[in-house]
Each structure stands twice: as structure tokens, then as C-alpha cells.
């Protein structure tokens, strides 16, 4: 079981950046994916989760309507879409898979290796 995140990179702010996390097995229908990013010297926090089966999307309130998180079922692959970035986005982005919806890390069972996002002013 491997989570594969990809997409990182620097860009200026107000740039957009598209994040894949890509799953090494058939992702189930009651499975949540959830991408957190951590910032140096910071807590690993909650960006935004979705619900396999339904779609149904979920987002911290600071990137809400600036992130989009999306699945591509082909490819058991979710994305996360970031526009208008901002210096505070700045961080190592990882993606999680768990059987239950959750805002904090024992909320999901496996993560990926995480993936540098870097904002420049």
C-alpha cells in the first residue's frame, strides 16, 4: 500500500500549483483521502479531504475557494488544486487514505512521502 504525492514546486504568489496523489491500489468506494501540509516549525495540519465513493469534499477554511480537491477513479489518483497561493500555503504537502473522515493525523492510515510547495513573494 503506497501513496505516491507529486506536484510540488516553487511558484510566485498568487500562482497555481496541481498536487497528484496517487494510490498503488484500487482506491475503495468508503475510503477518505485527505491531503495536510506541514510549514517549518508548525503542527501538520488539515487542507482537505474527499470521500472516495461520494466525492463529497471537505476544506480547512483557509483554502477554501482557492483549493479544489478532486479524484481521478482511472487512475485511483486525487488532486489538489491550488490557486491565488499565498506565502502562508508554503509548506510539505502530504496525502493520507483512512476509513474515516478526519481533520487531525490519526484520522488516516497511510501517507505519502509528501511533496514541497514553495511560495515566493
Known amino acids: 500500500v503506497q501513496l505516491q504525492a507529486s506536484g510540488g514546486g516553487l511558484v510566485q504568489a498568487g500562482g497555481s500549483l496541481r498536487l497528484s496523489c496517487a494510490a498503488s491500489w484500487r482506491i475503495y468506494s468508503s475510503t477518505i483521502v485527505g491531503w495536510f501540509r506541514q510549514a517549518p516549525g508548525k503542527e501538520r495540519e488539515f487542507v482537505a479531504a474527499i470521500r472516495w465513493g461520494s466525492g463529497i469534499r471537505y476544506y480547512e477554511d483557509s483554502v477554501r475557494g482557492r483549493f479544489t480537491i478532486s479524484k481521478d477513479s482511472a487512475k485511483n489518483t486525487v488532486y489538489l488544486q491550488m490557486n491565488s497561493l499565498k506565502a502562508d500555503d508554503a509548506a510539505v504537502y502530504y496525502c493520507?487514505?483512512?476509513?474515516?473522515?478526519?481533520?487531525?493525523?490519526?484520522?488516516?492510515?497511510?501517507w505519502g512521502q509528501g511533496t514541497l510547495v514553495t511560495v515566493s513573494s
Open positions: 493520507a487514505a483512512g476509513s474515516h473522515y478526519g481533520t487531525t493525523r490519526d484520522s488516516y492510515d497511510y
